[in-house]
């Protein structure tokens, strides 16, 4: 077996296999996990004996390696397999069933499956296209040894490295790609901005099959040398166990981790633990806020997603709540995606409610290019929609202020358009996570019975908290930023919203079902916000409204806005 292999000539290797072969005499800590740790130049000979492997089982089409693990030691063994195999790795969704599991690992070209025996059971049955001999079974002991010496192949920085799928809020799941030099670019980025150092523990909640964890924290860990600190999937009753465990520094979030981990019962120690930071996306203001007092770790919110089209970036100056400014040479801005003319900086009263909504939010883009944009795996016609008329188009609905702050509104499907308004879902949600018994939260439209949507809200509360209508509807009345058209007509009362495996909130379900469901809701028939139960009365009356004006099939389909003008 042989690693050898030049890495780039000047400063930092320009490659993900050279950012491992510089660890490969590294003798501090690489891998934590449970009771058992790994040096990083153990982790390289694992890498190297699976990039063996993966070589002699390698068959001809395009060198693709599905892994479908939990965060395991393996996933991160794998992935280094596959920077120095040259082959493509594609991390697969374990929390994926049935014929969308199978399309995932078909339509990426693997050609080899890594799994465990929960996840061959999965497949079992399942169209994917691969033979017995594809699939390697980590649980199971791999006889099979190279019978001549292999010498690895040199990888360049142009060369693919990564397919890693979205998240799936808004749609099937998009394979992104991700080269070497991408990837070896935002670790090095990634390490020097957020001060990663040797000494670091980087705990990863977050699934290692998502870009979250890839970049934020496992890309800048082996580019620094810090340890990289695993626990097979996200628990909330299990996270500060974990960081003391594994003496964590930092970690990383998405989505609703952070008020899961806030509605676990507090204790006086908490705070008592090495983290000094985290680093994480779309977590609530309130949520951020709670954490830091009750840990004593300081957060940093960033903006950005797998496809890399657009970065933002947070600075001592930027306001609360604010997405940051445009990294240098890029020229980010909020466009009218039916136009494409710039939308008008956001304007704000003394208390800062956002006065003109209607003309500030619009779609973010990148007018210079496709920034880090290297495409979708076989879909053109989704990146065609990312780069039309030479821009990248986020998808993510967003405001900037005079002074050039971005602030996020919510994803593009999140329009809603009552009483001839547009309204954007996350201002609003910025509002109602305030509600002291709100645990989680989520915003979108349904039809109204004559045009247009109305506002629904599902909430999810903390323990202990019950809804009590006239209270919410005397605490709306003092929210001073509260929009006038904002307000939900509808509330429903959930014990959990639909999430990703990543924890970003689905709407789709929530948009689909409106208020035919099984939890609680509660309405407001007038314009007084007078809440009351929803009967099966009342539910027979709206359907009723609606096929009387001819909008029965909104109340399925989502809300009736479809765009910002």
Same mark, same amino acid.
């Given at each position: 077996?042989?690693?050898?292999?030049?890495?780039?000539?000047?400063?930092?290797?320009?490659?993900?296999?050279?950012?491992?072969?510089?660890?490969a005499?590294?003798?501090?800590?690489?891998?934590?996990?449970?009771?058992?740790r790994?040096?990083?130049?153990?982790?390289v000979?694992?890498?190297?004996?699976?990039?063996?492997?993966?070589?002699?089982?390698?068959?001809?089409?395009? +060198?693709?390696?599905?892994?479908?693990?939990e965060?395991?030691p393996?996933?991160l063994?794998?992935l280094?397999?596959a920077?120095?195999?040259?082959?493509?790795a594609?991390g697969?969704?374990?929390?994926?069933?049935?014929?969308? =599991?199978?399309?995932?690992?078909?339509?990426?070209?693997?050609?080899?499956?890594?799994?465990?025996?929960?996840?061959?059971?999965?497949?079992?049955?399942l169209?994917?296209?691969?033979?017995?001999e594809?699939?390697?079974?980590?649980?199971?002991?791999?006889?099979?040894?190279?019978?001549?010496?292999?010498?690895?192949?040199?990888?360049?920085?142009?060369?693919?490295?990564?397919?890693?799928?979205?998240?799936?809020?808004?749609?099937?799941p998009?394979?992104?790609?991700?080269?070497?030099?991408?990837?070896?670019?935002?670790?090095?980025r $990634?390490?020097?901005?957020?001060?990663?150092?040797?000494?670091?523990? %980087?705990?990863?909640?977050?699934p290692?099959?998502?870009?979250?964890?890839?970049?934020?924290?496992?890309?800048?860990?082996?580019? $620094?040398?810090?340890?990289?600190?695993l626990?097979?999937?996200?628990?909330?009753?299990?996270?500060?166990?974990?960081v003391?465990?594994?003496?964590?520094?930092?970690?990383?979030?998405?989505?609703?981790?952070?008020?899961?981990?806030?509605?676990?019962?507090?204790?006086?120690?908490?705070?008592?633990?090495? =983290? /000094?930071?985290?680093?994480?996306?779309?977590?609530?203001g309130r949520?951020r806020?709670?954490?830091?007092?009750?840990f004593?770790?300081?957060?940093?919110?960033?903006?950005?997603?797998?496809?890399?089209?657009?970065a933002?970036?947070?600075?001592?100056? $930027?306001?609360?709540?604010?997405l940051?400014?445009?990294?240098?040479?890029?020229?980010?801005?909020?466009?009218?995606?039916?136009?494409s003319?710039?939308?008008?900086?956001?304007?704000?009263d003394?208390?800062?409610?956002?006065?003109?909504?209607?003309?500030?939010?619009?779609?973010?883009?990148? /007018?210079?290019?496709p920034?880090?944009?290297?495409?979708?795996?076989?879909?053109?016609?989704?990146?065609?929609?990312?780069?039309?008329?030479?821009?990248?188009?986020?998808?993510?609905l967003?405001?900037?202020?005079?002074?050039?702050?971005?602030? +996020?509104?919510?994803?593009?499907?999140?329009?809603?358009?009552?009483?001839?308004?547009?309204?954007?879902?996350?201002p609003?949600?910025?509002?109602?996570?305030?509600?002291?018994?709100?645990?989680?939260?989520?915003?979108?439209?349904?039809?109204?019975?004559?045009?247009?949507? /109305?506002?629904?809200?599902?909430l999810?509360?903390?323990?202990?908290?019950?809804?009590?209508?006239?209270?919410?509807?005397?605490?709306l009345?003092?929210?001073?930023?509260?929009?006038?058209?904002w307000?939900?007509?509808f509330?429903?009362?959930?014990?959990r919203?639909?999430?990703?495996?990543t924890g970003?909130?689905?709407?789709?379900?929530?948009?689909g079902?409106?208020?035919? %469901?099984?939890?609680?809701?509660?309405w407001?028939?007038?314009?007084?916000?007078?809440?009351?139960?929803?009967?099966?009365?009342?539910?027979?009356?709206?359907?009723?409204?609606?096929?009387?004006?001819?909008?029965?099939?909104?109340?399925?389909?989502?809300?009736?806005?479809?765009?910002?003008?």
């Amino acid at each position: 077996m042989s690693c050898a292999a030049p890495s780039a000539e000047h400063g930092a290797p320009d490659t993900v296999a050279g950012l491992l072969r510089a660890r490969a005499d590294d003798d501090a800590t690489g891998v934590l996990f449970e009771h058992r740790r790994w040096t990083w130049r153990q982790v390289v000979v694992e890498s190297s004996k699976r990039a063996e492997l993966a070589l002699h089982r390698r068959s001809p089409g395009p +060198f693709h390696i599905g892994i479908l693990l939990e965060n395991v030691p393996d996933y991160l063994f794998w992935l280094g397999a596959a920077a120095l195999a040259g082959a493509v790795a594609v991390g697969i969704n374990p929390t994926r069933r049935g014929a969308a =599991l199978a399309r995932d690992v078909r339509d990426s070209d693997c050609q080899l499956l890594v799994t465990d025996h929960a996840g061959a059971e999965l497949l079992a049955g399942l169209h994917t296209a691969l033979g017995e001999e594809a699939v390697i079974v980590i649980d199971d002991k791999v006889s099979e040894e190279p019978t001549t010496p292999m010498t690895l192949p040199i990888v360049q920085h142009q060369d693919l490295f990564l397919l890693l799928f979205t998240s799936g809020t808004t749609g099937d799941p998009k394979a992104v790609r991700c080269t070497h030099g991408r990837l070896a670019a935002i670790a090095a980025r $990634t390490a020097s901005h957020y001060d990663f150092r040797p000494d670091d523990v %980087c705990y990863c909640p977050m699934p290692l099959f998502h870009g979250n964890a890839v970049m934020a924290l496992w890309a800048p860990a082996l580019a $620094t040398g810090a340890a990289v600190a695993l626990t097979r999937r996200f628990s909330a009753s299990g996270f500060i166990a974990d960081v003391r465990h594994h003496g964590a520094t930092r970690f990383t979030y998405v989505g609703t981790a952070l008020a899961y981990v806030l509605a676990t019962p507090p204790r006086a120690d908490d705070a008592d633990t090495n =983290l /000094r930071m985290g680093f994480g996306t779309e977590a609530s203001g309130r949520d951020r806020q709670a954490f830091e007092e009750r840990f004593g770790c300081t957060l940093v919110e960033g903006y950005g997603s797998s496809e890399g089209g657009v970065a933002l970036q947070v600075g001592p100056d $930027t306001p609360a709540g604010s997405l940051g400014r445009p990294t240098v040479g890029q020229d980010a801005a909020v466009c009218d995606p039916l136009t494409s003319a710039e939308c008008p900086p956001a304007r704000f009263d003394r208390v800062g409610r956002l006065l003109n909504a209607n003309e500030a939010i619009g779609e973010i883009v990148n /007018r210079s290019g496709p920034g880090g944009f290297e495409g979708y795996y076989r879909d053109e016609d989704s990146e065609a929609e990312r780069l039309r008329q030479g821009w990248y188009w986020t998808g993510d609905l967003g405001y900037r202020d005079e002074d050039g702050f971005f602030y +996020f509104a919510g994803r593009r499907g999140d329009w809603l358009r009552v009483d001839g308004e547009n309204v954007a879902a996350a201002p609003v949600e910025r509002v109602l996570e305030r509600y002291p018994p709100v645990a989680a939260l989520a915003v979108y439209g349904v039809a109204d019975p004559r045009s247009g949507d /109305r506002v629904m809200a599902a909430l999810t509360l903390r323990q202990g908290q019950v809804f009590e209508p006239d209270g919410f509807r005397r605490w709306l009345a003092e929210q001073p930023d509260l929009g006038t058209k904002w307000a939900p007509r509808f509330v429903r009362i959930c014990a959990r919203l639909p999430l990703t495996a990543t924890g970003k909130v689905v709407k789709e379900p929530l948009v689909g079902q409106g208020w035919e %469901c099984e939890d609680p809701v509660f309405w407001s028939p007038d314009r007084d916000l007078a809440y009351r139960r929803l009967t099966a009365e009342d539910r027979a009356e709206l359907r009723q409204t609606l096929l009387a004006h001819g909008r029965a099939s909104l109340a399925a389909d989502g809300p009736a806005g479809r765009g910002p003008r």
